[in-house]
């Protein structure tokens, strides 16, 4: 299972599911516009690794890698 926090910058995936260890996680995920299907562009990340940015749906997305790691990619 390849997740978000595995992508290197500059590369694209789409997302397959949305998993979380409890619900508020997940339902926050979803909300923020990652969804079954959606791509994802990794932007950058922060000079420690933490947050990491992406891209999606014409915007600017920042989320913790622990986050990132909840949402599983083709």
């Known amino acids: 299972m390849k997740t978000l926090d595995a ?4 590369q694209s995936a789409a997302a397959a599911a949305v ?3 409890d619900a508020a996680l997940r339902r926050r995920l979803l909300d923020l516009g990652i ?3 959606t791509k994802l562009t990794l932007v950058r990340t922060a000079p420690l690794g933490d947050p ?3 891209s999606l749906r014409g915007y600017a997305l920042t989320i913790r890698r622990s986050d ?3 949402v599983e990619v083709a």
């Open 19 to 21: 998993h979380g260890q």
């Open 68 to 70: 990132a790691r909840c």
């Open 7 to 10: 992508l290197k910058p500059g």
């Open 52 to 54: 990491l940015e992406f």
């Open 35 to 37: 969804t079954k299907g």
